[in-house]
């Protein structure tokens, strides 16, 4: 059964404060990873894809990395707006069925 | 590109009744859309997957009498909850899947049932 995990559970950043956030995985056949934001009520927001260890891509101040075991989210010089809750997903079958972690809770302080 | 829409954004019923979703993809043909239930504090929890003009795939121990699906276009799916009680409230919130692997969500459904 697929699993991931990701840590830290909550990070307070200061504003500009750079940091990373972990999703570890165990799947049978990985064909996709994949990170969103989520905001208090509202549903999930994509972020990236990535497909294969080494792939790497980068959005404004978020750049998402891969290798055979994790994927890393780092956040460069961070902003209030930032705050948000950032969920990993891995997905193994064809039907693109998405396995979540429990979330990263992000709060930036200005 | 690639909106999802959810409707009603937040409804409350009674006891018994039941309560339709909607769920639409603005801007695409979603191959595939999917329903999850998200408590507070916690993670998406995957419900059902359908796909147009088939019965939707549920996942272990979720009801498919109470939770019934309809898919019944590319761009339209509907969850309804059948004789909804108390436990029942929750955020649904649905994605679509429009041919790649990525899913675009919805805004979410809040639903409490007094």
């Known amino acids: 059964e697929d699993q991931v995990t990701q840590s830290p559970e909550a990070l307070r950043l200061q504003e500009g404060e750079s940091s990373s956030l972990n999703c570890s995985y165990t799947?049978?056949?990985?064909?996709?990873l994949f990170w969103y934001r989520q905001d208090p009520g509202k549903g999930p927001e994509f972020l990236f894809t990535?497909?294969?260890a080494g792939e790497e891509k980068e959005k404004e101040r978020l750049k998402a990395t891969l290798t055979k075991k994790e994927s890393f989210l780092h956040i460069t010089a961070p902003k209030p707006e930032d705050s948000a809750t950032y969920l990993c997903a891995v997905s193994s079958d064809s039907w693109g069925k998405l396995q979540f972690g429990a979330g990263t809770q992000v709060v930036v302080t200005p | 590109g690639a909106v999802v829409s959810q409707h009603p954004s937040w409804v409350i019923c009674k006891s018994g009744t039941s309560v339709k979703i909607e769920c639409r993809s603005l801007d695409f043909q979603a191959t595939t859309m999917f329903w999850y239930r998200q408590f507070p504090k916690q993670s998406l929890m995957l419900m059902a997957t359908s796909n147009e003009g088939s019965k939707a795939t549920y996942e272990q121990g979720v009801e498919k009498d109470k939770f019934l699906i309809n898919h019944a276009s590319l761009t339209l799916s509907t969850l309804t909850v059948t004789s909804a009680h108390p436990e029942d409230s929750s955020f649904y919130i649905c994605s679509a899947r429009r041919g790649g692997h990525e899913q675009y969500f919805g805004p979410g459904t809040r639903l409490t049932v007094t």
């Open positions: 990535l497909y294969s």
């Open positions: 799947v049978s056949g990985l064909r996709g």
